[in-house]
């Protein structure tokens, strides 16, 4: 694809999510500005502003933009300072949370996605974003407390280190279930916590334990 066609072709991408109800206009200018053909290998570049997940290797998948857009949205609404992404994968989620909030801490437990996904996120001048190789069942603990935790694979339950790596008033955006899923919305008020489901969602699993 051309620069032009890819550039139009992103522009189109976020006129369909807005109107599937993403309403947030930062979300919505930086999705019309992100090259997501980058994140897909060479074969699936033609299918980038396609509204779907696709596979990127190792039994993975780049998020459907409109969910990226959604998850993005509910960070942003806290006005997040310091962000956690568990999930690297592709890159994708990640450098559109990188031009929206100052500082984005992300973990991957696939040492091929991660390399990849920082070269990406360094060719797009994306610079303030620190990357993990680990487990993100277990967070960061170094960088934590968080604003806001974003998790891009599902969980069989929330992780307790997530919970406890947040701030007081942080938000924690993570899908939950097996085969079926929701999107939770889980706030710390102190040391209480109250969830909101968001939507019914298909993610790749959260690994718990052992690196890839
Ligand atoms: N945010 C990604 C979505 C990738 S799919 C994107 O925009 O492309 C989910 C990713 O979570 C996969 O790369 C998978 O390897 C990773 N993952 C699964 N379990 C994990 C764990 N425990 N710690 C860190 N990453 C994990």
Request: some cysteine; hydrophobic content about 40%.
């Amino acid at each position: 694809m051309s620069r032009m066609a890819s550039a139009s072709a992103a522009i189109q991408l976020s006129q369909r999510l807005a109107q599937s109800g993403i309403t947030d206009p930062d979300v919505l200018r930086v999705i019309a500005q992100t090259p997501r053909e980058l994140f897909l290998d060479g074969a699936l570049t033609h299918k980038a502003y396609e509204n779907t997940a696709l596979p990127i290797g190792s039994g993975q998948t780049i998020s459907q933009p409109y969910i990226v857009a959604r998850m993005t949205e509910l960070v942003l609404a806290h006005r997040p300072t310091q962000v956690l992404e568990i999930g690297t994968g592709s890159g994708y989620q990640a450098a559109i949370l990188a031009q929206l909030v100052p500082q984005l801490c992300t973990v991957e437990r696939i040492k091929s996605l991660q390399i990849q996904a920082r070269q990406r996120l360094k060719r797009l001048d994306l610079h303030n974003v620190s990357f993990k190789y680990g487990d993100g069942w277990k967070g960061w603990a170094n960088r934590a407390p968080f604003d806001a935790i974003i998790v891009t694979a599902a969980a069989s339950e929330i992780p307790n280190a997530l919970l406890q790596q947040l701030n007081d008033n942080g938000v924690l955006i993570i899908p939950v279930g097996d085969d079926s899923q929701q999107l939770l919305k889980v706030q710390r008020h102190g040391e209480q916590y109250s969830s909101t489901v968001i939507e019914a969602v298909k993610f790749v699993p959260l690994i718990n334990g052992d690196l890839a």
